[in-house]
C-alpha cells in the first residue's frame, strides 16, 4: 500500500501503473496537536485504520457486528433477526 501526500504519490505514479488505486482522501491533520486526531470524525478513523491494516480489516467475520456477543465473550451464536437474548 502506498500512502503519502498528494504530491508524493503523483511522484510514485510510474511505478503504480497497472494497479487499480483505491484513493482515501482524509483531512489535512497537524501532527505536532494531538487533539487533531481527536477532532476527526469517528467514520474518517476507521477510514485510516482500514488503510493501515486491511488485511487484517477483511480477516473479520462478515457477521461480527450482529454475533458481537458470540465473538467478545464467547456467549453461543444467535440466530440472525431474533435480537436480544432470552
Known sequence: ??????EQIVAL??????HRPLLTILPQ?????PSAESELLLLERFMRIRCEAPDAWEALPADLAEQHD???????????GWGARP
Open 1 to 6: 500500500m502506498t500512502q503519502g501526500t498528494w
Open 13 to 18: 505514479a510510474p511505478s503504480l501503473a497497472g
Open 29 to 33: 491533520t497537524d501532527d505536532a496537536n
Open 70 to 80: 458470540h465473538y467478545l465473550y464467547g456467549w453461543p451464536m444467535c440466530n440472525p
